[in-house]
């Protein structure tokens, strides 16, 4: 009996040592691998869009390890599932900074990165939002967050732009609007109404909505909408929630034009719009280009390396944020013997002294500052070719004026 | 030196005792002194994933008081874990309190919510108070996203730092902070258990009408109950909060809910030892799992990543599947039964 006890406590301070002390050991140089992490929601409640995001950038690092890696370096994307799972984010977090060691972060800017700002901050790790969907990432300046497109609120503000052209066109002097919100986006509201957004920008806002994310039907917030008779409907929600409401909206004989979030952009929504038999007259703003649109470099390129012609939008948003931070690695002049640190800090520098970057086309050209680090204010605006099956841009500049797009964060 | 075959008690106290060997004593000591030394020797990745299976320890204890040794099932768990984190975080931002005061302050709040909680099991019971603890998490769900001003509604709120020592790292700091919680909370709910208070509720678990017959107050010490529960919630929360930074809505959902209760359900039910083994269990599989499937991707040609992502989701719910099947009473039997075997090894009886 004795012997088995020492034996148990022998594997119990072996396992100890392989466990504990093996990592802590290891030093923190580059060495011939450029590691990056990734923490994408590949499986959790919104792997709609972070399964096509996570597939982007790690399309994007293949790529560029066959186009032969940075300055002689090949690269290396660790992705994360933290199925939108906060303390899941924060472990796997630690894991990649100080387990993997990555020189930089990738995520898609939503529920866990204003967590990360601050650690990120602690152990110098730039992140990168591709997709940037909370105000908190993009509000105000964190010295390791970057990122490469605007808010919600932004892309409302883009969307009021369109309302307002769109309405002239069609004769309508003060075009009445509507918006539809799931829980999430609620405060993207409230702030637009604190800085007078919909006023300022030549639209009454007549109703708001809360339609659940998880709702089997928008019947009754449609029908209040209705009542309203209301010319425009924003919808700042997820595919779900927004095909029930245009299925109520084809159901009650709605007139008024839909618009909504990069979020609804993709052929799923299509296709659920479709088999819905719902409302077609559908515009969808975004940070980044469709791969529809065939004549813009980065797409030929997508296409060509993918061998597919079609891919959802958020592939391009992932493709875009890993392009960006290649940028800012190939400008760091990383080298494997430079330490982790040493490292990430130069790819921060490198990251604010980003001028212009053309991006292939893929988003506005994007610079970034030690002032600013949010990238480009435009969107661009999308209306469904039902025919073609396809997101074709709608011709305008909806970039939001200075004094909204300033006024955003002041609140 | 003759010793006898076998572990003998002679009282009833003798039997009731926490240690029921020297070696136990000795092994446990061994093993405390190797927790604390830890932070000196692993990296930051594992003290923070030591951080968070300590916090999951804490609200699993505390919901183990509830459900495992007073048989009241909860759903609403999470929301007393988030009442701790926001009542820290909003004393730790507007008020200039010692945390450590706020820490108690938030495990109060956290108990008197408890308690209104727990007021449907004065008339009802199994699936229906769940039902009304599953009530009261949609509550606290809406009334955090209506209270913006205080809460930050739906964006979630930032948690000043608290005051760390300076020759420590904030990191380390936590580590103790969480260590000497763990051990306190499973020292007072051990004791707790082997106190009137503890037999009572065993007693409401086992049978509550032979508990009534007997003189129970049931109705008094299943609001207890519901009371130390949300308590040791609120001191899970508030430390959460205190060491994330960040907190927001999404963070205490009913799924923290239902980890809480497949933590106390793995581990072991109506047992301390099971909620520090089921943290363990929820924490380290799939964070080992996802290591290998880092791994393995590494070592193939082509990129499975997506699925081994989602073999990951597979295989945490099959050992999940197996575990309630082959091992119902938790991973405190499991461990258990392997003690015996060895020790009887290599005979079988």
Same mark, same amino acid.
């Given at each position: 009996?004795?012997?088995?006890?020492?034996?148990?406590?022998?594997?119990?301070?072996?396992?100890?040592?392989?466990?504990?002390?093996?990592?802590?050991?290891?030093?923190?140089?580059?060495?011939?691998?450029?590691?990056?992490?990734?923490?994408?929601?590949?499986?959790?409640?919104?792997?709609?869009?972070?399964?096509?995001?996570?597939?982007?950038?790690?399309?994007?690092?293949?790529?560029?390890?066959?186009?032969?890696?940075?300055?002689?370096?090949?690269?290396?994307?660790?992705?994360?599932?933290?199925?939108?799972?906060?303390?899941?984010?924060?472990?796997?977090?630690?894991?990649?900074?100080?387990?993997?060691?990555?020189?930089?972060?990738?995520?898609?800017?939503?529920?866990?990165?204003?967590?990360?700002?601050?650690?990120?901050?602690?152990?110098?790790?730039?992140?990168?939002?591709?997709?940037?969907?909370?105000?908190?990432?993009?509000?105000?300046?964190?010295?390791?967050?970057?990122?490469?497109?605007?808010?919600?609120?932004?892309?409302?503000?883009?969307?009021?732009?369109?309302?307002?052209?769109?309405?002239?066109?069609?004769?309508?002097?003060?075009?009445?609007?509507?918006?539809?919100?799931?829980?999430?986006?609620?405060?993207?509201?409230?702030?637009?109404?604190?800085?007078?957004?919909?006023?300022?920008?030549?639209?009454?806002?007549?109703?708001?909505?809360?339609?659940?994310?998880?709702?089997?039907?928008?019947?009754?917030?449609?029908?209040?909408?209705?009542?309203?008779?209301?010319?425009?409907?924003?919808?700042?929600?997820?595919?779900?929630?927004?095909?029930?409401?245009?299925?109520?909206?084809?159901?009650?004989?709605?007139?008024?034009?839909?618009?909504?979030?990069?979020?609804?952009?993709?052929?799923?929504?299509?296709?659920?719009?479709?088999?819905?038999?719902?409302?077609?007259?559908?515009?969808?703003?975004?940070?980044?280009?469709?791969?529809?649109?065939?004549?813009?470099?980065?797409?030929?390129?997508?296409?060509?390396?993918?061998?597919?012609?079609?891919?959802?939008?958020?592939?391009?948003?992932?493709?875009?944020?890993?392009?960006?931070?290649?940028?800012?690695?190939?400008?760091?002049?990383?080298?494997?013997?430079?330490?982790?640190?040493?490292?990430?800090?130069?790819?921060?520098?490198?990251?604010?002294?980003?001028?212009?970057?053309?991006?292939?086309?893929?988003?506005?050209?994007?610079?970034?500052?030690?002032?600013?680090?949010?990238?480009?204010?435009?969107?661009?605006?999308?209306?469904?070719?039902?025919?073609?099956?396809?997101?074709?841009?709608?011709?305008?500049?909806?970039?939001?004026?200075?004094?909204?797009?300033?006024?955003?964060?002041?609140? | 030196?003759?010793?006898?075959?076998?572990?003998?008690?002679?009282?009833?106290?003798?039997?009731?005792?926490?240690?029921?060997?020297?070696?136990?004593?000795?092994?446990?000591?061994?093993?405390?002194?190797?927790?604390?030394?830890?932070?000196?020797?692993?990296?930051?990745?594992?003290?923070?994933?030591?951080?968070?299976?300590?916090?999951?320890?804490?609200?699993?204890?505390?919901?183990?008081?509830?459900?495992?040794?007073?048989?009241? @099932?909860?759903?609403?768990?999470?929301?007393?874990?988030?009442?701790?984190?926001?009542?820290?975080?909003?004393?730790?931002?507007?008020?200039?309190?010692?945390?450590?005061?706020?820490?108690?302050?938030?495990?109060?709040?956290?108990?008197?919510?408890?308690?209104?909680?727990?007021?449907?099991?004065?008339?009802?019971?199994?699936?229906?108070?769940?039902?009304?603890?599953?009530?009261?998490?949609?509550?606290?769900?809406?009334?955090?996203?209506?209270?913006?001003?205080?809460?930050?509604?739906?964006?979630?709120?930032?948690?000043?730092?608290?005051?760390?020592?300076?020759?420590?790292?904030?990191?380390?700091?936590?580590?103790?902070?969480?260590?000497?919680?763990?051990?306190?909370?499973?020292?007072?709910?051990?004791?707790?258990?082997?106190?009137?208070?503890?037999?009572?509720?065993?007693?409401?678990?086992?049978?509550?009408?032979?508990?009534?017959?007997?003189?129970?107050?049931?109705?008094?010490?299943?609001?207890?109950?519901?009371?130390?529960?949300?308590?040791?919630?609120?001191?899970?929360?508030?430390?959460?909060?205190?060491?994330?930074?960040?907190?927001?809505?999404?963070?205490?959902?009913?799924?923290?809910?239902?980890?809480?209760?497949?933590?106390?359900?793995?581990?072991?039910?109506?047992?301390?030892?099971?909620?520090?083994?089921?943290? @363990?269990?929820?924490?380290?599989?799939?964070?080992?799992?996802?290591?290998?499937?880092?791994?393995?991707?590494?070592?193939?040609?082509?990129?499975?990543?997506?699925?081994?992502?989602?073999?990951?989701?597979?295989?945490?719910?099959?050992?999940?599947?197996?575990?309630?099947?082959?091992?119902?009473?938790?991973?405190?039997?499991?461990?258990?039964?392997?003690?015996?075997?060895?020790?009887?090894?290599?005979?079988?009886?």
């Amino acid at each position: 009996m004795r012997m088995n006890r020492l034996t148990g406590i022998v594997f119990l301070l072996m396992g100890f040592f392989v466990f504990f002390v093996c990592p802590a050991l290891a030093a923190p140089k580059v060495g011939t691998t450029i590691k990056v992490g990734g923490l994408f929601d590949i499986t959790g409640p919104t792997s709609i869009v972070g399964a096509p995001f996570a597939d982007g950038a790690r399309d994007y690092f293949r790529y560029v390890n066959k186009k032969g890696g940075i300055n002689g370096l090949q690269t290396e994307i660790i992705a994360i599932d933290y199925q939108y799972n906060v303390q899941k984010s924060m472990s796997g977090f630690e894991r990649l900074s100080e387990k993997e060691n990555m020189l930089g972060l990738i995520g898609w800017g939503s529920v866990d990165v204003p967590l990360l700002l601050t650690k990120a901050e602690e152990k110098h790790v730039p992140i990168i939002s591709a997709a940037a969907r909370s105000e908190a990432v993009v509000g105000k300046l964190h010295p390791y967050g970057f990122s490469i497109a605007g808010s919600y609120a932004e892309e409302c503000l883009s969307q009021l732009a369109w309302i307002r052209n769109d309405a002239k066109n069609r004769g309508i002097a003060k075009p009445r609007v509507a918006f539809l919100h799931v829980r999430g986006t609620r405060p993207d509201l409230d702030r637009l109404k604190k800085i007078n957004a919909f006023k300022k920008s030549g639209v009454e806002l007549v109703i708001s909505e809360l339609i659940h994310s998880k709702a089997m039907s928008a019947a009754s917030e449609m029908a209040r909408v209705k009542e309203k008779n209301v010319d425009y409907v924003m919808c700042e929600m997820t595919v779900k929630p927004t095909v029930l409401a245009l299925k109520e909206a084809k159901k009650l004989g709605m007139k008024a034009r839909f618009c909504g979030l990069f979020f609804t952009a993709n052929k799923i929504m299509l296709k659920l719009v479709d088999a819905a038999k719902a409302q077609r007259d559908y515009f969808a703003s975004s940070p980044v280009a469709f791969t529809d649109q065939g004549d813009i470099e980065g797409v030929k390129i997508i296409q060509k390396f993918t061998g597919e012609s079609h891919k959802p939008v958020q592939f391009v948003a992932g493709w875009a944020g890993a392009m960006f931070l290649v940028r800012g690695l190939e400008k760091a002049k990383i080298t494997s013997d430079m330490t982790v640190i040493d490292a990430r800090k130069a790819l921060r520098d490198a990251l604010e002294s980003i001028k212009n970057a053309r991006m292939d086309g893929l988003t506005m050209p994007i610079t970034m500052t030690s002032q600013n680090h949010r990238g480009t204010k435009g969107f661009r605006i999308y209306k469904v070719n039902w025919a073609g099956k396809a997101f074709e841009e709608f011709p305008g500049n909806f970039t939001p004026s200075e004094d909204l797009y300033n006024d955003l964060y002041k609140y | 030196m003759l010793r006898p075959c076998g572990n003998f008690k002679r009282s009833y106290y003798q039997d009731e005792a926490i240690f029921q060997t020297n070696f136990q004593r000795v092994f446990l000591i061994a093993f405390m002194i190797l927790l604390i030394i830890l932070p000196l020797l692993a990296g930051p990745y594992m003290v923070n994933l030591c951080i968070i299976i300590g916090i999951y320890i804490i609200g699993a204890v505390g919901l183990n008081i509830l459900t495992g040794f007073t048989g009241l @099932i909860s759903l609403g768990h999470g929301a007393l874990v988030g009442v701790g984190a926001y009542v820290a975080a909003i004393l730790q931002n507007h008020l200039s309190f010692p945390w450590p005061l706020n820490l108690i302050f938030a495990g109060t709040a956290a108990s008197l919510v408890g308690l209104v909680f727990g007021l449907p099991s004065l008339r009802i019971k199994g699936l229906y108070l769940a039902m009304s603890t599953l009530a009261g998490q949609m509550i606290f769900v809406f009334a955090v996203s209506n209270t913006p001003n205080y809460t930050g509604g739906d964006v979630g709120i930032s948690v000043q730092k608290i005051s760390t020592f300076i020759w420590m790292s904030e990191k380390t700091f936590f580590y103790y902070l969480v260590f000497l919680t763990v051990i306190l909370s499973v020292f007072c709910a051990r004791n707790l258990l082997r106190t009137k208070i503890g037999r009572n509720l065993i007693a409401i678990r086992d049978n509550d009408l032979s508990a009534m017959v007997l003189g129970v107050e049931i109705g008094k010490y299943r609001l207890l109950s519901f009371i130390i529960s949300s308590f040791y919630a609120g001191i899970a929360g508030a430390i959460w909060a205190f060491y994330a930074g960040v907190i927001g809505i999404e963070q205490f959902s009913l799924e923290l809910s239902v980890l809480y209760l497949s933590i106390i359900l793995i581990g072991g039910l109506g047992t301390i030892l099971g909620s520090i083994y089921g943290a @363990i269990f929820v924490v380290l599989v799939p964070e080992t799992l996802s290591n290998l499937a880092t791994e393995l991707n590494r070592i193939m040609s082509v990129d499975v990543s997506n699925y081994l992502v989602i073999a990951n989701n597979g295989i945490f719910g099959l050992l999940i599947i197996l575990f309630l099947i082959f091992k119902p009473e938790g991973l405190r039997k499991f461990w258990e039964d392997t003690k015996s075997y060895f020790k009887l090894w290599p005979y079988s009886y």
